[in-house]
């Protein structure tokens, strides 16, 4: 990463980021865009998780044959 390099300012920060955030005051530009970039980057992969949890257990749930198909 060069020292040109922009990261967007995300809006939406959750509360328990805000340590965090406070601490970006003593951090230099390259720091910050790196901080930056690896906190929407754990998000997603937390998101992803989350996915393939419900998915797995929606894939190992019995089936039940009474219930109609949506499909």
């Known amino acids: ?5 922009r990261v967007a300012d ?3 920060i959750a509360p328990n980021d805000a340590q965090s955030i406070a ?3 003593s951090m230099s530009p390259r720091q910050r865009a790196y901080f930056r970039q ?3 980057r754990d998000r ?3 998101l992803v998780r989350k996915n393939d949890e419900a998915l797995a ?3 190992h749930s019995p089936a039940d044959a009474s ?3 949506h499909a």
């Open 57 to 59: 257990r929606i894939d």
């Open 44 to 46: 997603y992969r937390k």
């Open 38 to 40: 690896k906190l929407p």
């Open 10 to 12: 995300t809006q939406n």
């Open 67 to 69: 219930a109609p198909c």
């Open 1 to 5: 990463m060069n020292a040109e390099t």
């Open 23 to 25: 601490d970006e005051d």
